[in-house]
């Protein structure tokens, strides 16, 4: 391939981002930089990708064309690179991951007692955080296999794929609280009693309707306010069950309980080990093929 990996990634966040400097810091590398590889690679091509008369390059209309071409190939190398660090079974001394309360596999505790069998020697790290502050864990490092609620838009460096299982969630509050007297409680009763939400969620209108809000980061912790009885919140039901002491009232206004889905994420730029895409495999099978795969 004539054109350079590095020139077509940072064509690509350019694009994404909307400034050469914002994606030279993305993938720390000086401005200067980026803009001889977009510049080389416009040579390449013998195109203008990007309109500079402006104070932001803007893209132009052979730029749009180029750029899902320019995904592609960039998705095939990742594919690529993922194979190659699988068969070379060169397994990670470290696996961190970073978990969404919303998500629990049905198939948990086989899966964890299946992988310490087969990866004895590896540290093995859980975190537990919610949105953006799981892209925040894979795109430093610090983390290098998420699963979060499904999102709108993924960084250009966030590779995603959807799992096979949906969560339930339900609105909740405590026995004592008054809404636990009002079976389906309209929007205007939620939004004048107080919410208990997470600090980065961004649920839908019908949760956010005003009134007095509490956050808190995870979703242990609004289960614990809520038990308290100083509001309402969205929980997963799993969660309700295995950690709640049966001091909550399910409600269940219009559309209530949901389903929703989640996506394993992990960085394009430092990707998995072979311990990790083994993981991720086992998440991504479905439940039958998931089940007898622990089996053997």
Do not use: C
Request: proline content about 6%; glycine content about 6%; cysteine-free.
């Amino acid at each position: 391939m004539r054109y350079s990996p590095e020139a077509l990634q940072a064509f690509v966040e350019a694009a994404a981002l909307g400034s050469f400097s914002a994606a030279a810091r993305k993938l720390r590398k000086s401005q200067s930089t980026i803009s001889t590889a977009i510049a080389n690679l416009e040579a390449d091509l013998a195109l203008t990708l990007f309109d500079r008369s402006s104070r932001q390059p803007v893209l132009t209309a052979a730029g749009h064309k180029v750029l899902g071409h320019v995904r592609e190939i960039l998705a095939a190398g990742e594919r690529l690179d993922a194979l190659s660090i699988r068969l070379a079974g060169n397994v990670e001394p470290r696996l961190s991951m970073v978990f969404s309360d919303t998500y629990q596999p049905k198939h948990h505790d086989r899966l964890m007692q299946h992988f310490e069998r087969r990866y004895q020697d590896i540290e093995l790290e859980w975190m537990i955080a919610e949105e953006g502050d799981v892209i925040d864990l894979l795109q430093s490092g610090r983390a290098q296999l998420g699963m979060v609620e499904v999102q709108k838009h993924y960084p250009p460096d966030i590779a995603f794929a959807r799992l096979p299982e949906q969560t339930e969630m339900g609105l909740f509050v405590a026995h004592r609280h008054p809404l636990a007297q009002v079976a389906a409680p309209t929007p205007d009763q939620l939004s004048g009693t107080r919410q208990l939400t997470l600090n980065t969620y961004t649920g839908s209108d019908a949760t956010r309707a005003g009134g007095l809000v509490w956050s808190a980061p995870s979703y242990l912790l609004l289960l614990e306010m809520a038990e308290q009885g100083f509001g309402w919140a969205v929980l997963p039901h799993w969660l309700v069950r295995q950690y709640g002491h049966g001091k909550l009232t399910e409600l269940r206004p219009r559309g209530w309980p949901r389903l929703i889905s989640v996506d394993a994420v992990w960085s394009k730029l430092t990707p998995p080990g072979p311990a990790g895409y083994w993981m991720l495999e086992r998440l991504l099978e479905s439940d039958e093929h998931q089940a007898a795969a622990l089996r053997d």
